[in-house]
């Protein structure tokens, strides 16, 4: 039977809501300076996993005409550009034929990427296939980078370049634990315990799966240990194919964990979860374009070339960690 509560291993990666806002609000701010400082944000990474910010854009109007600045991505803004490459992520999974695991590794690596950075430092495009890439070594599903790129259309060398960044980002800590395994694991203890038949489970199970795959895409997976992800897919599993009395169940998963929580505690985490869901929103075609206008203007990349050359040209080559850089307080 799957452990539906936060193991010590796990739990410096399951936050509160305010946590949450917190680490989000804190790498726009980071942003933000880089964006006044510097006049753009996005930085570039080197081969070998090196950061560097552009030099510092200095106007002969000692940068007066403020109307003329970029400007940055708020917080819903960054939120709606994550919810887009975290459904591209999926459908850059789907069409390579990858099993769940690897597409739930690499979402939490995407997730817990950007708890660090904002889409206005490092491009979601490049992380979102880097992540997948990493997702596949540690899943031992070895995709090379260069059928990775070729793919999508993507230079592999980019995927590369980014996949130290994105691995101190993690802290190394490369082990995800997914629900899709704790849906199998309440499965096969519901089966010994209800003694349901196989079709019957086969169908809880596989709409389960789906379920997870909404609540991947939400902030839930930041918020809740995989178990209870599991049990609020069975839950909304459940209330289609009606296998079993979920009450009595989750009662009796109570009782044989001897777990602290109380039935109503477990109740209000699976609402939670279900909540998180109903209120998942896609950013309409007009709302994404507008933020990607945003966002180019951020990272420095004007609509003619000679812009995009000026950006590389002056970039300042410090060699530094990420965390040295993400931590590191922006100087005057």
């Given at each position: 039977?799957?452990?539906?509560?936060?193991?010590?291993?796990?739990a410096?990666?399951?936050?509160?809501?305010q946590?949450?806002?917190?680490?989000?609000?804190?790498?726009?701010?980071?942003?933000?300076?880089?964006?006044?400082?510097?006049?753009?944000?996005?930085?570039?990474?080197?081969?070998?996993?090196?950061?560097?910010?552009?030099?510092?854009?200095?106007?002969?109007?000692?940068?007066?005409?403020?109307?003329?600045?970029?400007?940055?991505?708020?917080?819903?803004?960054?939120?709606?550009?994550?919810?887009?490459?975290?459904?591209?992520?999926?459908?850059?999974?789907?069409?390579?034929?990858?099993?769940?695991?690897?597409?739930?590794?690499?979402?939490?690596y995407?997730?817990?990427?950007?708890?660090?950075?904002?889409?206005?430092?490092?491009?979601?495009?490049?992380?979102?296939?880097?992540?997948?890439?990493?997702?596949?070594?540690?899943?031992e599903?070895?995709?090379?980078?260069?059928?990775?790129?070729?793919?999508?259309?993507?230079?592999?060398?980019?995927?590369?370049?980014?996949?130290?960044?994105?691995?101190?980002?993690?802290?190394?800590?490369?082990?995800?634990?997914?629900?899709?395994?704790?849906?199998?694991?309440?499965?096969?203890?519901?089966?010994?315990?209800?003694?349901?038949?196989?079709?019957?489970?086969?169908?809880?199970?596989?709409?389960?799966?789906?379920?997870?795959?909404?609540?991947?895409?939400?902030?839930?997976?930041?918020?809740?240990?995989?178990?209870?992800?599991?049990?609020?897919?069975?839950?909304?599993?459940?209330?289609?194919?009606?296998?079993i009395?979920?009450?009595?169940?989750?009662?009796?998963?109570?009782?044989?964990?001897?777990?602290?929580?109380?039935?109503s505690?477990?109740?209000?985490?699976?609402?939670?979860?279900?909540?998180?869901?109903?209120?998942?929103?896609?950013?309409?075609?007009?709302?994404?374009k507008?933020?990607?206008?945003?966002?180019?203007?951020?990272?420095?990349?004007?609509?003619?070339?000679?812009?995009?050359?000026?950006?590389?040209?002056?970039?300042?080559?410090?060699?530094?960690?990420?965390?040295?850089?993400?931590?590191?307080?922006?100087?005057?």
């Amino acid at each position: 039977m799957a452990d539906f509560q936060t193991s010590t291993q796990r739990a410096k990666w399951i936050l509160s809501p305010q946590e949450l806002g917190g680490r989000y609000n804190a790498a726009n701010q980071r942003a933000i300076e880089a964006l006044e400082k510097f006049g753009a944000a996005l930085m570039e990474v080197d081969a070998d996993g090196s950061l560097s910010y552009p030099d510092p854009q200095i106007n002969s109007k000692d940068h007066a005409d403020k109307h003329s600045r970029p400007k940055s991505l708020s917080i819903e803004e960054e939120q709606f550009m994550r919810v887009f490459y975290e459904n591209k992520l999926q459908e850059v999974c789907n069409n390579f034929h990858f099993p769940h695991k690897i597409q739930a590794t690499a979402l939490i690596y995407f997730k817990r990427f950007y708890l660090q950075w904002s889409v206005m430092q490092h491009n979601p495009k490049n992380v979102m296939l880097t992540c997948i890439y990493a997702a596949c070594k540690i899943e031992e599903n070895h995709v090379s980078a260069e059928e990775l790129g070729k793919g999508i259309s993507q230079d592999h060398q980019i995927i590369l370049n980014y996949e130290m960044i994105v691995y101190q980002s993690l802290e190394f800590d490369l082990i995800v634990y997914a629900p899709y395994r704790s849906v199998e694991g309440y499965v096969n203890d519901i089966e010994e315990l209800f003694n349901e038949n196989a079709e019957m489970l086969q169908m809880l199970k596989v709409t389960a799966s789906l379920e997870v795959d909404k609540i991947m895409l939400t902030d839930a997976p930041l918020l809740f240990p995989p178990g209870q992800l599991a049990l609020a897919a069975l839950r909304r599993s459940n209330e289609v194919h009606g296998v079993i009395d979920f009450n009595s169940y989750l009662d009796s998963i109570l009782s044989r964990q001897n777990s602290t929580h109380t039935i109503s505690e477990l109740y209000e985490g699976i609402n939670a979860i279900e909540s998180l869901v109903n209120r998942y929103a896609f950013p309409s075609e007009k709302d994404l374009k507008h933020i990607n206008r945003k966002l180019k203007s951020c990272w420095g990349l004007g609509s003619n070339d000679e812009s995009k050359k000026r950006e590389k040209k002056s970039k300042h080559k410090s060699k530094r960690s990420s965390n040295e850089m993400q931590n590191r307080p922006l100087q005057n």
